[in-house]
Structures are given as structure tokens and as C-alpha cells.
């Protein structure tokens, strides 16, 4: 059996993979461990996103960690920074967020913050892991409380990060039908943007179908339809953002953060002249970044381990392509709502459009093949599937890149490719993902 925490907590179909059971476990045994570090009752805070099993699995995290003796309070539907800001600004010793992400509706998951807002480290999730099924001595219960009302408030504390107010600034939001829904038309009306939304109305089945930033383009083409300057797309749980600009081009987390990068450095504000990234930022992000004499940190793919090597390099900004971008002095993870008044406000600022930040770095062509399989723990064992990427790569010779590896939270193995032709880049992918198929399929 492979660990139960991913790259992202724990996730899967809800009723097969990720049950009521499950999650009733999961609280308890994280009161039991974080007891036994803390020395006292913990208090936890948790959210969810809008899938329809979002409500179950609140019901039964909160009876276990209930039952253990924890206290939790429930902030309803939220996006998952908004939790992280919460477990910070209640001195609560975890957060919960119960939401997976950019997966379609039929998952879920839970995941965890430390006190600091900080996704548990490995070691503390492999403890909580352990300690499920062991059963413990029923104690004092716990308490259910609701967000104080003196609480600071999260949309505020996003607002507050603009740079210039964006009055005038035509936006369409995809909201993906997931947790950005409530909160990012009042937001961007509040810096001055005319704002219109699409896909934000949830249904708990809805959620990421077609929409937010796992399809970009809808939300591109209904920039273009209407004459807007901008358009951002969001994920089901709101930690990341990718845009559009006013002629229906998609604007990546690479140029995002390439963008935000530079302006930083200019500002002073880039500690170190340092950005860090993920082994899939293209390469010429790489380039763009070298122009301007700002160095590049590459970490495994996934916001905890961005921001771990922000805290080992005590970097100030980090992201992800996918559009998972870390201002590390607002925020501790991933954040949709704080990148897209970032990024706006910066154009608002310099008095320029999107297309034009975006156009910091020139994005190689590339292409991703996403190979379910049974069996991606082999992948390191395959020979053949490592005889064609080296194979790919001599014929690249220094003009692309290939990276395969197996997702963290899904049974995938993702293979890209970057070259200097998009012909190019999809034959050597195709050539891989073939291999992939057939050794482990």
C-alpha cells in the first residue's frame, strides 16, 4: 500500500478512496499527534470547496477531531488560503481544508496546515498516518465553533496587497464553480474593476467541469467575445490563477511569475535576486530570468515544496506554471485571489495590459501528455520508457527539454516536452507517452 498523503494530502474518489471513515480517522488522529507535540487540546479551523461530499466529509472530520478532544472552527466554503490566513490569524495549531483542487467533481480530499499556515511537513502526515485504526481513550470532547466575528478578515487582508487600484479595468473571472465563487467579484469591484463572472454557480457537481483554470481557453475566448481587458481563471479551491489577455491569448503561471519576478527585483523587493520554481517551468522563463539577473531555484512540483525552498533560500516570491504563485510576504501558500490582484494592480500601476507583463519572457513551445496508468510506482524501473527520453533529448540537444514523472495526487504519469516547434515537441511526447503506456499499463 503507498502512502496515504500525496503531494497535496489525502485524495481520491469519494466512497472508494476517500470515505466518511476515512476522514473521521484522519481528525482523530491528528488531535492525537498534535496533542502529543503540542502538550495541550489542539484548535483546528476548516474549510471546503463546493463539491457535493464537501459537507459529509466536514460532518465527519469535525465529529472526530470532536470526539478526540480538538476544537474546530468551521469557516464554510472558502478558498483553501483563506484557511491558511485564518490558522495564522487565530493562533490555531492546524488548518483543514477539505477540497481537491483542480480534480473533477467526483474527488475530494483533505489537507492539512501546521500553527504557521504551513502545509504539515511529511513527518507529521506519516504520524497522523500511523496513528490511524489504533484507536485512543475517549477523553473530554472537543468543541464546533464559528469564525469569530472580530476575526480578521481574508478578503481585506487580499485587498490590501494591490498596488494600484484597477478602476476601469474590464474583467472576466471564471470562477471554475468552486470556492472563488462567494469572494472574487467582491474583491476586484472593491479595487474599482468591472467585473463580470461565468461558472460561478455551484451546484456540488459542477465543480472544474469545462471551466477555470484547468481550461483556460473558456475563459480567453469570453475575454475576446467581449471586449475585456483581462480575464483570470481560477482552480476548484481558488490557489491559483492563470489569465487572459484582451486578444484571447492564455497567460501562464511561468509568465506570471516571470513578470511579478522582475517587477520585484525593480522594487527591491526580490530578496537574494531570487525566484524559485518547479522542475516544469519552461525554459524560457529560465532565460527571461537570467536576462535580468535573477537567479532561479527549482523545486519538486507542488506549492509545499515551492515554498519549503523559499524558506531554505529565504526567497520572497515562488511559483508554479500552473498558476500556483507564493508572495511570501502576504502569504504562506498558493493564493488565486492575492496573484490575480498582484498581477492587475501591476499592470494598473505601470499603465500597461496583461499581454504586455506577459510578454517578459518568449514561452517555448510545450506539450504535456497526461498517461493514466495502473502502475506509475514503476516508472523508475521502466528501461524503455528512459531509453526514448534519452533519446529525445540527444535529438533536442540543448534546445528543449523532457521531464516525466509520476503525479503525486492522481494514477498519471505526466510526460513534457519543450522545443522549439510545437511538431516538434508533440512527436518526442507522443514517442514517450507511447512508451509510458505500454510498460506500465
Known amino acids: 500500500m503507498g502512502r496515504l498523503f500525496g503531494t497535496d494530502g489525502v485524495r481520491g474518489v469519494f466512497g472508494r478512496d476517500?470515505?466518511?471513515?476515512?476522514?473521521?480517522?484522519?481528525?482523530?488522529?491528528?488531535?492525537?499527534?498534535?496533542?502529543?507535540?503540542?502538550?495541550?487540546?489542539?484548535?483546528?479551523?476548516?474549510?471546503?470547496?463546493?463539491?457535493?461530499?464537501?459537507?459529509?466529509?466536514?460532518?465527519?472530520?469535525?465529529?472526530?477531531?470532536?470526539?478526540?478532544?480538538?476544537?474546530?472552527?468551521?469557516?464554510g466554503v472558502v478558498p483553501t488560503p483563506a484557511i491558511a490566513f485564518l490558522t495564522t490569524a487565530l493562533g490555531a495549531d492546524s488548518g483543514v481544508v477539505i477540497s481537491a483542487s483542480h480534480n473533477p467533481p467526483q474527488d475530494n480530499g483533505i489537507k492539512l496546515f501546521g500553527s504557521g499556515g504551513i502545509k504539515l511537513p511529511d513527518a507529521v502526515e506519516d504520524a497522523i498516518e500511523a496513528e490511524i485504526g489504533r484507536g485512543s481513550e475517549p477523553g473530554p470532547p472537543g468543541r464546533r465553533l464559528p469564525v469569530p466575528p472580530d476575526a480578521p478578515s481574508y478578503l481585506e487582508h487580499v485587498s490590501a496587497a494591490a498596488r494600484a487600484r484597477l478602476d476601469g479595468m474590464r474583467v472576466v473571472v471564471d470562477c471554475a464553480n468552486g470556492s472563488a465563487s462567494g469572494f472574487a467579484r467582491e474583491v476586484l469591484e472593491g479595487l474599482g474593476a468591472r467585473v463580470e463572472t461565468i461558472h460561478a454557480d455551484p451546484d456540488g457537481a459542477n465543480?472544474?467541469?469545462?471551466?477555470?483554470?484547468?481550461?483556460?481557453?473558456?475563459?480567453?475566448?469570453?475575454?475576446?467575445?467581449?471586449?475585456?481587458?483581462?480575464?483570470?481563471?481560477?482552480d476548484g479551491d481558488a490557489d491559483r490563477a492563470l489569465f487572459a489577455d484582451a486578444g484571447g491569448g492564455v497567460i501562464d503561471g511561468d509568465q506570471v511569475l516571470a513578470a511579478c519576478a522582475i517587477a520585484m527585483r525593480a522594487d527591491g523587493t526580490l530578496t537574494g535576486d531570487t525566484v524559485v520554481t518547479t522542475v516544469m517551468s519552461n525554459v524560457g522563463f529560465h532565460r527571461a530570468m537570467a536576462e535580468h539577473g535573477i537567479r532561479v531555484v527549482s523545486a519538486a512540483v507542488g506549492d509545499r515544496y515551492v515554498l519549503e525552498q523559499m524558506l531554505e533560500h529565504d526567497a520572497a516570491l515562488g511559483g508554479e506554471q500552473s498558476g500556483h504563485v507564493i508572495f511570501r510576504h502576504h502569504a504562506?501558500?498558493?493564493?488565486?485571489?492575492l496573484t490575480a490582484v498582484w498581477f492587475l494592480s501591476l499592470a494598473?500601476?505601470?499603465g500597461v495590459s496583461v499581454s504586455e507583463l506577459a510578454a517578459a519572457m518568449r514561452r517555448f513551445p510545450q506539450v504535456l501528455r497526461n498517461v493514466e496508468v495502473p502502475r506509475k510506482d514503476d516508472l523508475g524501473d521502466a528501461t524503455g520508457v528512459w531509453e526514448a527520453v534519452r533519446a529525445a533529448e540527444s535529438q533536442l540537444d540543448g534546445s528543449g527539454r523532457v521531464l516525466v514523472r509520476a503525479s503525486g495526487t492522481e494514477p498519471l504519469v505526466r510526460v513534457m516536452v519543450e522545443a522549439e516547434t510545437e511538431d516538434l515537441a508533440r512527436h518526442h511526447a507522443d514517442t514517450i507517452a507511447e512508451h509510458v503506456a505500454s510498460a506500465l499499463g
Open 18 to 75: 476517500l470515505t466518511t471513515d476515512l476522514a473521521r480517522e484522519l481528525g482523530r488522529a491528528a488531535v492525537v499527534v498534535l496533542s502529543r507535540s503540542g502538550g495541550h487540546r489542539p484548535a483546528f479551523v476548516i474549510g471546503r470547496d463546493t463539491r457535493g461530499s464537501g459537507a459529509l466529509l466536514e460532518d465527519a472530520l469535525l465529529a472526530g477531531i470532536v470526539d478526540a478532544g480538538g476544537d474546530a472552527t468551521v469557516a
Open 207 to 234: 465543480i472544474n467541469v469545462g471551466c477555470g483554470a484547468l481550461h483556460p481557453e473558456v475563459v480567453a475566448g469570453a475575454v475576446a467575445r467581449s471586449g475585456a481587458d483581462a480575464g483570470i481563471a481560477f
Open 348 to 350: 494598473a500601476e505601470r
Open 332 to 337: 504562506t501558500t498558493g493564493d488565486g485571489l
